[in-house]
């Protein structure tokens, strides 16, 4: 339907040549007042452009220049021409004659100041980080550099530009120069300059950190120019801003000529208006009435009909038209059945027809199916409500029509989309759930969550959740279960927009079993390969003992012959049964240092002797030694060196790593067997060697060897050097390998030497479990 005009067009047309003329003459006389200021404005620019160059250039040689002194300072600094009191007499001249250094100081590669004129003047630097890092920089680089704007007390803003004295291939430290902006802008920005325009600094954010003059400037708009400041650079810009001027007396009279002329044409053109008004307000106001009813209408995306109290149609919208595809004229008039409804729901539409008539309307209203003229079926949702006319006189029904296809078809996608995502969570072997992060409401989980906490659909939203004191990304135990669960948490946003926790639980307890029965057969193994050391260190273990047990025997036998014989004093008695006791002793200390090496027990710290576990290990070494004819090479530097370690279990990792050496010999040549043991200081480093002359170890086997179960012997387990490098790690040691220059491979061990206690930490219940 076509929008009437407000106003009928010959009417129109005789306000609408006025007003065009009037428009007409304004914009030509704007435009020419414009024209001119806008050439003056531009004229303006241009001077002021070419005024900041010259300043810009200006202060940047005058930077150029303090740097230039700086570079002078730092070459006679170097020279060995510049002394501390001859440093203090060019400072001071050289501010005298610069008003705008604040100071001048020689730092270190730290900022810290060597000398400084005047003193203690760059302590308020250390202040600012952002500012002595670029000191640092230049000192540690030897490059020239400077700062970015920081705030120096009593000067405001300031800069500091660093020269490095650079002797060689090292830096002696930087020669640093303060130069307060407002002071450069002071003494370098001339007075005819500062006559016409404000010449600041501004930083990266636009904000003022110095000015000349000083008092504020309103923003210029275009007389106003900003030109990159480099350096320092750090996003430093000169901005200059033109004072704002009048306009020329002639430009003021051109514009209150033009108003009048203005204002005389708009006073002829109100008298033709409103003698215009009073002839047609009667009909403008309905037009507008008309107009208004329509544009409503047209607005709405609801189809609109209405009808007598006899059912024909008097009334419809363009939304309706829209929907079932009809024109109005071809729906005006009309009875049922109606051409939109379908045949297959015909009966139904005549029922809510009826129902309409006789003033019947459910709250939610009636769900149809209708038809376009394309034959194309669209679900609508249907209300009514009685039609009352400007007399208050019941004259029919008016109804709303919704097109609810797409509603539907979403609902119904939803639908199958939550479906499937039920069933992708019920088919997750992981528990998940969703709780409220304010109140620990559970809004969701899957059914693995509810089988595995024994949750009922009905107590879900009031349950307290297994997982809420669990720590998120962690294994945790349910006791009640008796389950172990590894347990994933992150917040994340619900359908409605508030927080809530996601909860993902593993059940990891069949993996828990399976490490706690590795742990076990790694014990196992390790205590079968003590066993296994323990008879090779038997023929020792009799070679050791065959010694103090034959002198037992020769004491006692010698003390019984001088005892019978009555030729024996009691003080040489005495001397005879302390040696026998001393071999007693000694025995016993091969036996128990023996059971202390194959004994299974926790990690005990003590102060130990670097030469002691040496002489244990070999010791125990002695029947290997002799049996495959290896010469023993001793280089024992650190034998008084004291360790806060576990003996045993050192005596444990020298002796696997011996035993390995000798063992790798044993094919080589009878003369070329040689097992090197050797012990030296580095610092507060320990380091322990072992050393063979065997084959070696190929370099792609390296990263190889110190793995669980890898082994290059015949009969080994591959557990030997894993747990050796645990027991080194766990005193907080390394253990590496690396070619012999001559053939053979070498061990390293490296301690830390210390004598405090570290703190007990899950590490050493670790290390038992693998020992």
Not at 71 to 83: N, P
Not at 265 to 273: E, G
Request: net charge negative.
């Amino acid at each position: 339907m076509k929008r009437q005009s407000h106003l009928p067009r010959p009417d129109r047309w005789l306000w609408a040549m006025p007003n065009l003329a009037l428009i007409c003459f304004l914009a030509v006389g704007v435009a020419l007042l414009l024209f001119i200021r806008h050439n003056e404005r531009e004229r303006q620019h241009d001077e002021l452009i070419e005024d900041v160059l010259w300043q810009e250039q200006a202060l940047r040689s005058e930077l150029v220049g303090r740097q230039n002194q700086l570079e002078t300072l730092a070459h006679d600094y170097v020279r060995g021409d510049l002394s501390e009191g001859s440093f203090y007499g060019r400072a001071s001249t050289i501010m005298a004659a610069n008003s705008e250094i604040l100071a001048i100081a020689l730092t270190n590669e730290y900022g810290d100041a060597i000398w400084s004129y005047p003193a203690q003047a760059m302590e308020p630097l250390q202040l600012h980080p952002a500012a002595i890092e670029p000191l640092q920089r230049s000192a540690r680089i030897g490059l020239a550099a400077s700062t970015p704007p920081f705030d120096y007390p009593g000067a405001g803003q300031a800069i500091a530009l660093a020269v490095p004295a650079v002797q060689g291939n090292s830096t002696l430290g930087s020669f640093v120069a303060v130069v307060s902006l407002k002071g450069l802008l002071r003494t370098y920005v001339p007075w005819w300059i500062a006559k016409r325009y404000q010449i600041g600094f501004v930083d990266i954010e636009g904000q003022t950190l110095a000015a000349r003059p000083e008092q504020a400037v309103p923003d210029a708009g275009p007389l106003s120019y900003d030109i990159a400041f480099d350096p320092p650079g750090y996003g430093l810009r000169l901005r200059a801003k033109v004072f704002q001027t009048g306009w020329p007396f002639w430009q003021h009279a051109l514009y209150w000529v033009l108003a009048g002329l203005s204002a005389l044409m708009l006073w002829s053109l109100w008298v033709l208006k409103r003698h215009m008004r009073e002839r047609l307000s009667a009909e403008r106001a309905m037009l507008r009435e008309m107009n208004m009813r329509q544009a409503l209408e047209d607005s709405l995306v609801s189809g609109v009909f209405a009808t007598d109290r006899e059912g024909r149609t008097l009334h419809v919208n363009r939304a309706f038209c829209r929907m079932v595809g009809f024109d109005a004229e071809q729906l005006l008039g009309g009875i049922p059945p109606f051409p939109y409804w379908p045949a297959e729901a015909r009966s139904q539409c005549e029922q809510v027809f009826a129902a309409i008539l006789r003033g019947e309307c459910p709250v939610n209203g009636f769900s149809l199916r209708y038809q376009r003229q394309s034959g194309e079926r669209f679900d609508v949702r249907l209300y009514s409500s009685p039609l009352i006319d400007g007399d208050g006189r019941h004259t029919g029904w008016v109804a709303s029509m919704t097109d609810v296809t797409e509603l539907k078809r979403e609902r119904e996608a939803l639908k199958a989309s939550h479906e499937r995502f039920v069933a992708v969570l019920n088919g997750l072997d992981a528990a998940v759930a969703v709780t409220d992060r304010r109140n620990g409401e559970l809004l969701l989980s899957n059914r693995a969550f509810r089988e595995a906490f024994r949750l009922n659909r009905p107590d879900g939203p009031l349950c307290a959740l297994p997982l809420r004191h669990a720590e998120p990304d962690d294994e945790w135990y349910d006791p009640i279960l008796g389950r172990w669960y590894q347990h994933h948490r992150r917040e994340t946003l619900w359908v409605d927009q508030s927080n809530v926790w996601l909860d993902i639980a593993t059940d990891v307890t069949e993996r828990k079993q399976a490490a706690d029965r590795e742990r076990q057969q790694t014990e196992r193994l390790q205590q079968t390969a003590r066993l296994i050391a323990m008879g090779e260190i038997a023929s020792s273990l009799a070679h050791e003992l065959n010694q103090p047990l034959a002198a037992i025997s020769s004491y006692s036998t010698a003390c019984r012959n001088l005892v019978s014989s009555g030729q024996i004093s009691p003080s040489e008695l005495d001397g005879a049964l302390e040696k026998i006791a001393e071999q007693s002793r000694r025995a016993g200390a091969i036996i128990r240092g023996i059971r202390e090496f194959v004994q299974k027990r926790e990690p005990k710290r003590s102060a130990c002797a670097v030469g002691d576990l040496l002489d244990t290990v070999l010791s125990l070494l002695a029947a290997p030694l002799n049996r495959y004819y290896v010469r023993l090479v001793e280089l024992r530097q650190a034998d008084d060196t004291e360790l806060y370690a576990d003996k045993v279990m050192l005596e444990q990792v020298l002796f696997n790593l011996c035993k390995n050496g000798i063992e790798a010999m044993v094919d080589s040549p009878q003369e070329s067997r040689e097992l090197t043991v050797e012990t030296h200081r580095r610092g507060e480093w320990l380091d322990l060697i072992v050393a063979d002359r065997g084959p070696g170890i190929p370099a792609e086997e390296v990263e190889k060897l110190f793995r669980p179960f890898y082994t290059t012997k015949a009969e080994g387990m591959g557990m030997g050097l894993n747990i050796c490098r645990t027991i080194v790690e766990h005193h907080q040691g390394r253990l590496v390998v690396e070619a012999r220059p001559d053939g053979g491979s070498r061990f390293i061990v490296s301690l830390p030497i210390t004598e405090r206690r570290p703190e007990p930490s899950a590490a050493n219940a670790s290390l038992v479990h693998r020992l």
